[in-house]
């Protein structure tokens, strides 16, 4: 009974550099969450999908954020050309399609991104 | 989604209960209370939610006013492992299809005290 798992747990990269973040949601989950949370602040949304369909990327904050999850189970979130202010705690969470379970989202430890 | 307003920092001594207080007075009858909590350098974690009922589980209790305008999350008996920013979110219950992210504000910040 693994829960989220979340890779890199730390990650520091220059200004400019690309970055790629891992999310393994529990088995079976279909629908996952990023959230990206700023220190001292709670986690802002930024996507959501549902098995390999991105439905909403409105929380992205620029185009240099892309995020996929072509099989519909791991999903990655990719940051290009990262910038000092993409230094964040990266959240995911997945969902499952459980009725009971519905209303709980449960979430990775986070990788936390340092941009220098 | 609702605004919640949440003190921004409590205390409290080990194995007394812990009441931490969110006013949503603009919830709309078909939004739920939401609490979630977050241990330092974990994910948020689930609690508990209820509508206009109160609501008891394993972790805690929900009491939420009968206007609907308040709610107050208790810990029955804090210890240590307590120690996290709790956060209270109003939303519309989830339904199949609908992405429902959570909104969260900036929390509570509870230091269970030895």
């Known amino acids: 009974g693994a829960g989220v798992s979340q890779s890199p747990r730390y990650k520091v990269a220059k200004r400019g550099q690309d970055v790629a973040l891992r999310c393994d949601p529990i088995?079976?989950?279909?629908?996952l969450f990023w959230y990206q949370q700023a220190l001292g602040q709670g986690p802002e949304f930024l996507t959501y999908f549902q098995n390999e369909a991105q439905l909403d990327k409105s929380g992205l904050p620029s185009d240099r954020f892309f995020a996929e999850r072509p099989e519909g189970s791991v999903s990655t979130l990719k940051i290009q050309r990262t910038q000092q202010e993409d230094s964040a705690v990266y959240l995911c969470?997945?969902?499952?399609?459980?009725?009971?379970?519905?209303?709980?989202?449960?979430f990775g430890p986070g990788t936390r991104l340092t941009v220098l | 989604d609702a605004k919640t307003t949440q003190p921004p920092s409590m205390d409290c001594a080990e194995g007394r209960a812990a009441n931490l207080p969110c006013n949503h007075s603009?919830?709309?009858?078909?939004?739920?209370v939401y609490w979630y909590r977050q241990i330092h350098s974990q994910g948020p974690q689930y609690i508990i939610h209820g509508l206009k009922n109160n609501e008891t589980n394993e972790m805690a209790s929900l009491i939420i006013t009968e206007d609907r305008k308040s709610s107050t999350l208790i810990l029955p008996h804090a210890t240590l492992r307590d120690t996290a920013v709790y956060y209270c979110?109003?939303?519309?219950?989830?339904?199949?299809?609908?992405?429902?992210?959570?909104?969260f504000g900036s929390g509570t910040q509870l230091t269970v005290l030895p």
């Open positions: 603009t919830i709309s009858g078909n939004e739920y």
């Open positions: 088995s079976g989950h279909v629908s």
């Open positions: 979110i109003v939303r519309v219950a989830i339904s199949s299809g609908s992405a429902r992210q959570l909104t």
């Open positions: 969470a997945s969902r499952s399609s459980d009725p009971i379970k519905y209303n709980e989202q449960f």
